[in-house]
């Protein structure tokens, strides 16, 4: 049970888990004045004498200023004259300077790492008031860190190769964005896509504020450029369903789903769509408002152009009679015994651009959507707005065709409702009811809209204006109040709410009712994150590495986040993230080698008993499972084993191994060991 | 036809249609209430085979022993709950391959041995899921409600004296089928974070790391209770442990050979009134 | 005793938050007691209960353990599994007579200089109430060696 088998260590790890010789150590101690901030409360020149006596300090000396450049210059003599195996500065927080100090070790040929800083000035010197109890502390804190740098090892920053590859996931305006950005600057990039087109919910929009110029006009150019550039490799319906591997080096397995039509020869003549004799399919482009055939392109403009079939309710799939696309395909493109395909990608950086969905309003019931046709939800609205959408841009009830007189907006349909919806703002639906109301009055003369809001949130460059010109110039009526009920009476739809600026209960005869959705993440969010491996809040939306500073990474290296899979964002935003994004990816690519502080944890094989704890523990499945093999080939035990590419070396996995088998670089268990028996 | 005997003709079966490889069970110890391991490899070794209630070892930690289960044959072994729950916990640790045991399951209640349905360790699911129903219950002590209502020093002086008897002889590791580790933290010497020497404060030290290491794996079965030569109530710790992370994680130990290990996992909304 | 009783505390203290909190109550210049010493560890999820046990064998008559709030964490878990390694072991030394009062555990970010000062000198205060650890600081003696490195 307890037997050790000859397995040879990783030369690094050997390093880390060995016995440290510490009487040969010659330890250089320098003790900094600060000027009067150290110098004033502890007696430097006492704790120089005190540190010269501890076994194994060659050097101590105090001095006004270390970090100065005769100070560091002094450091660097003393290195070179005395050997000296490590270095203990006693001065400011290593917050400060620990970097400038490890730098003048380096310069003077000294392993930057084995050089370490006593914090006696923030800790110390600026926080106690009786000199001598001051001294007997920088005393200890300077006697605790040479104990710790005379076990500290001679590290190398660690060197990942990089692909100059990225992988963008999400064809939307985030997506595209980010991939356009990439491939412009020279690098390759491979778009995933798991609808049959680019566009995502952009290509859906009919106007976009605050300009109001045509969603269409300035996406589909885009889609387009994507992909025909050189530079990128489009893969539509297609899904990534696996992740491994770590910055500079992911291994991508992406689904590519059986379309049933040749992309390769299909010219996209659509002689097939319009023969498809099966035609009552609900357009999930045109938010169930519209129809499409079996066979067909989401809508006219998609990218590629190239129809799929709908397996679910093609008539040939369900009853085994009919192929007349088959029949009408001069190019003998459809294919009905096409099978998933599975591609396998090298990559070095992975953009997530995965968007968002509307929620789901059948939640509210008192609204009537689902249960009235004419209640519907923004993007439906934006469907009918649409010059390509089902009623080719005018503005008609879905239950009888006719114009409405009076439309009824609700704001926070969902959103900031934490009972029924969801907590957040969804920060784009004030924007787009203004619009909405806009969009009304400019195609309705006439028409009477009322909006029900909580607040108005326009904050955004010419983002206010535009709420102003809604409600000066289209007449848009504002009512600061929530909507209780929706009913259906002689034809109009009853909307009761309160208009809280009057406290007054309000009841409004409306022909039609739209919905200000909230914005969610995909149903599937979640899983996803644990494909690609990243983090995920509560509601399901990625999370970045930091929510100030690292706003478009997420907290695994060497994968980013752009766009409303991170949290609700409206275009510019969106764009924004993404080039912020695709700039990282260039960064990571400038280098053919990526160097990191080697701050990581290393595992001792031969004592580890694989029980996988650790796994399981690590924030950033950065330790995989090994396999330790004999000489025939034959696994004779699976071990830990730490990827220093991805470990970011927080030590969690150290205190959880029960063997004490991993140890991590920097803090090992021999140095803090020291560091408190140095006390 | 006794329970022993329906389970001799059991073993017999199971190894002689080459269903398992081996069988441990238990046979006659040395004195009258004390049983061995047997490992059954024939049929005819099975008539030694004893069944009654002074059975009450955990054999688990025998399937563990290098090199028995890497041929990828199965093993029989006689388990109790609480070693079923047992080798649950080793399989959710990568210790062995659940679907190569084949448990002979019993109970002891009284004298009374009772045979328990079941073949693999999922089989008893149900089972293992009434006694975490029952274990707020089931692990209450009268002697730790006791030592809590004492203060810290008297508590210390009581623990003080338990462990100035131990001789760091290491028995309750050995016995211990969750103590599996290639090397113990306690023969780590770079560095040296338990004492060695048996001088009261190395034992202190190796005792709490020893609990510390059990904290949501340990079944109670009572293994290293039993093999430690100078008596020190080491149930009671692991006990106390149990209640702790059934009561502030709603964990017991070895449900399921899935169940994730309690200090390898977290909930964000963890109980944290101790920390200001 | 005519001189106050000068407790000696040793604090584990996450990089990120804590560490910097310790040095905002610097550049602030609070003022708190000097017993308590300070090591420093990239995460709480770095600190070993094996820690409190060295601390405590040193001589300490108190230890803490600090890091970030949770949500807050560098590297976004490490808290939350040092919080459960936390609650057992607290519960273990509770259960074998270490006073709880000796071993205390915050979440102090990098923001709450203050709160560490007053955290540095509420501790300070306690434990020099309950006086020096005498229980264990026999057992210390009665293995006639100091503790070595």
């Given at each position: ?8 260590l990783?030369p ?6 060995t ?14 004045h ?15 004498a ?5 076994p194994?300090?060659a050097?101590?000396?105090?001095y ?11 450091v ?15 001065a ?13 070790c ?28 001051a ?31 990225a ?9 595209i ?5 990439i ?6 990039v491979?778009?995933?896509e798991r ?28 889609m ?11 893969l539509?319906?297609?899904?990534v ?7 500079g ?5 992406v689904k590519?789903k ?17 023969k498809?004799p ?14 499409r ?31 007349v ?11 009905f ?29 008192e609204y ?8 519907i ?8 707005a ?20 009076t ?6 349909a ?31 003369h ?16 010419g ?11 289209d ?36 022909d ?15 899983d996803?994150?644990k ?47 993404a080039s912020?994004s ?16 080697p701050?990581?944890?290393t ?18 499945n ?15 035990k ?22 004490n ?14 560091e408190?028996?140095?006390? | ?41 024939t ?7 004893l ?11 025998y ?7 890497s041929?990828?044959k ?22 062995l ?22 073949e ?15 274990a ?11 030592l ?9 002086a ?10 760091k002889?290491?028995?309750?590791r050995?016995?211990c089928p ?37 904290s949501?794996?340990c ?12 008596n ?8 106390r ?22 200090l ?8 944290e009134?101790?920390?200001? | ?27 602030s ?6 017993n ?24 300490a ?5 600090s ?22 072991f ?14 205390k ?7 709450e ?21 005498d ?14 490195l």
């Amino acid at each position: 049970m307890r037997t050790e088998y000859p397995v040879p260590l990783a030369p690094f790890g050997q390093q880390l888990h060995t016995y440290k010789d510490c009487t040969m150590a010659k330890i250089g101690v320098f003790i900094c004045h600060c000027g009067e901030n150290i110098g004033a409360k502890v007696d430097c020149t006492k704790l120089a004498a005190a540190m010269g006596e501890h076994p194994g300090v060659a050097v101590a000396v105090d001095y006004k200023y270390f970090c100065s450049d005769p100070g560091q210059e002094s450091v660097k003599k003393a290195i070179r004259e005395n050997n000296l195996t490590g270095v203990v500065i006693a001065a400011c927080s290593p917050r400060m300077h620990e970097a400038t100090f490890r730098k003048a070790c380096a310069e003077a040929g000294l392993n930057p790492y084995m050089c370490e800083i006593a914090n006696i000035r923030e800790q110390c010197s600026w926080v106690h008031t009786d000199p001598e109890m001051a001294t007997e502390k920088a005393a200890d804190i300077t006697r605790s860190m040479v104990e710790k740098v005379k076990r500290n090892n001679k590290l190398k920053s660690i060197e990942v190769p990089v692909t100059r590859r990225a992988l963008v996931i999400g064809g939307g305006i985030a997506g595209i964005q980010a991939a356009l950005d990439i491939a412009n600057a020279g690098q390759e990039v491979v778009l995933v896509e798991r609808e049959p087109t680019l566009g995502g919910h952009m290509a859906q929009l009919s106007e976009t504020f605050p300009t109001l110029d045509c969603s269409q006009c300035i996406m589909t150019p885009r889609m387009v450029e994507a992909a025909q550039h050189p530079k990128i490799r489009l893969l539509t319906y297609a899904e990534v369903v696996g992740v491994d591997g770590y910055i500079g080096n992911f291994h991508v397995k992406v689904k590519m789903k059986a379309r049933y039509v040749d992309t390769e020869s299909c010219t996209g003549c659509g002689d097939c769509i319009t023969k498809c004799p099966n035609k009552k399919n609900s357009s999930e482009f045109d938010c169930g408002l519209g129809k499409r055939t079996a066979i067909y392109t989401p809508f006219a403009q998609s990218v590629p152009n190239k129809p799929i079939i709908d397996k679910a309710n093609c008539t040939y799939f369900k009853n085994g009679k009919c192929k007349v696309c088959q029949k009408v395909c001069e190019l003998n493109s459809i294919n009905f015994e096409m099978q998933d395909e599975f591609i396998d990608l090298e990559v070095g950086a992975i953009v997530v651009a995965t968007g968002f969905q509307v929620q789901d309003n059948s939640v509210y019931g008192e609204y009537g959507y689902g249960k009235y046709k004419d209640v519907i939800n923004g993007l439906q609205f934006e469907r009918l707005a649409s010059a390509s959408g089902p009623t080719f841009g005018k503005i008609l009830r879905p239950s009888d065709g006719k114009e409405p007189e009076t439309v009824v907006f609700i704001q926070c349909a969902g959103s900031r409702d934490p009972s029924k919806g969801v907590r957040y703002c969804s920060k784009i639906c004030c924007m787009y009811t203004a619009k909405h109301a806009m969009l009304y009055a400019h195609k309705v003369h006439g028409g009477k809209s009322n909006i029900f809001y909580m607040d108005i949130r326009a904050a955004g460059k010419g983002y206010d204006e535009f709420t102003r010109r809604a409600i000066e110039d289209d007449e848009a009526s504002y009512l600061r109040g929530r909507v209780s009920k929706v009913w259906e009476e002689n034809g109009k739809l009853m909307v009761r709410g309160v208009d809280t600026l009057l406290g007054k209960p309000v009841v409004i005869a409306a022909d039609m009712v739209v919905l200000a959705t909230a914005m969610v993440p995909q149903p599937d969010a979640k899983d996803f994150a644990k494909v690609v491996g990243i983090g995920y809040d509560e509601y399901g939306f990625f999370n970045e590495a930091h929510l100030k500073l690292r706003p478009v990474e997420s907290s695994t290296a060497g994968i980013f986040l752009a766009g409303a899979c991170q949290s609700p964002k409206d275009i510019p935003d969106s764009v924004a993230q993404a080039s912020a994004s695709a700039s990282k990816v260039l960064a990571l690519f400038s280098k053919e080698k990526l160097e990191r502080e080697p701050v990581v944890a290393t595992n001792n094989e031969t004592t580890c008993a694989g029980c996988w704890g650790c796994v399981l523990a690590c924030p950033y499945n950065a330790i995989e499972k090994k396999d330790i093999l004999d000489r025939s080939g034959k696994v004779i035990k699976r071990v830990a084993s730490v990827n220093p590419g991805l470990c970011q070396g927080c030590g969690t996995c150290v205190s959880f191994c029960r063997s004490n088998s991993l140890d991590l670089a920097g803090f090992t268990e021999q140095q803090i060991f020291a560091e408190v028996m140095g006390l | 036809m006794t329970i022993q005997e329906q389970y001799k003709t059991r073993v017999r079966e199971l190894l002689s249609s080459g269903t398992v490889k081996m069988v441990i069970g238990y046979k006659a110890g040395t004195t009258a209430d004390r049983r061995r391991p047997l490992f059954i490899r024939t049929p005819e070794e099975a008539d030694q085979l004893l069944l009654d209630s002074a059975c009450i070892a955990n054999l688990s930690g025998y399937l563990i022993a290098e090199g028995l289960l890497s041929d990828e044959k199965r093993v029989g072994i006689f388990l109790k709950p609480d070693g079923i729950r047992t080798i649950n916990i080793l399989a959710a640790e990568a210790q062995l391959n659940i679907e190569q045991i084949i448990v002979l399951g019993f109970d002891i209640t009284g004298q009374e041995v009772t045979a328990l349905q079941g073949e693999t360790a999922g089989d008893f699911s149900a089972l293992i899921e009434s006694i975490k129903e029952g274990a707020p219950e089931a692990l209450k002590n009268p002697l730790i409600d006791q030592l809590e209502q004492l203060n810290p020093k008297e508590r210390f002086a009581y623990w003080q004296a338990e462990f100035s008897r131990c001789i760091k002889c290491y028995a309750c590791r050995q016995a211990c089928p969750m103590c599996y580790c290639r090397r113990c933290i306690v023969d780590c010497n770079q560095p040296q974070w338990v004492n060695t020497s048996s001088h009261t404060l190395g034992n202190f030290e190796w005792n709490i790391v020893r609990a510390f290491h059990l904290s949501g794996r340990c079944v109670g079965c009572g293994n290293c209770d039993r093999a430690c030569p100078v008596n020190i109530p080491l149930r009671l710790i692991n006990a106390r442990m149990a209640q702790e992370v059934l009561g502030s994680f709603d964990h017991l130990a070895g449900m399921s050979d899935t169940q994730e290990p309690v200090l390898a996992s977290f909930k964000k909304d963890d109980s944290e009134t101790f920390i200001l | 005793m005519s001189e106050p009783f000068e407790p000696k505390i040793i604090a584990f203290v996450c990089t990120y938050c804590t560490y910097a909190g310790a040095d905002l109550a610097g550049t602030s210049r609070l003022k708190y007691a000097p017993n308590v010493r300070i090591i420093r560890l990239p995460c709480t999820g770095r600190i070993s209960p094996m820690f409190i046990l060295k601390a405590l064998q040193k001589g300490a008559d108190g230890v803490l353990v600090s890091g970030c709030h949770p949500g807050d964490c560098h590297f976004t878990h490490g808290n939350y599994h040092a919080r459960r390694r936390w609650t057992v072991f607290r519960a273990l030394l509770e259960f074998t007579g270490i006073p709880l009062d000796r071993v205390k555990f915050s979440w102090i970010s990098a923001a709450e200089g203050a709160k560490f000062a007053e955290f540095m000198n509420s501790v300070t205060e306690d434990i020099r109430k309950l006086g020096p650890f005498d229980q264990y600081k026999e057992l210390i003696k009665e293995t006639e060696a100091p503790a070595t490195l």
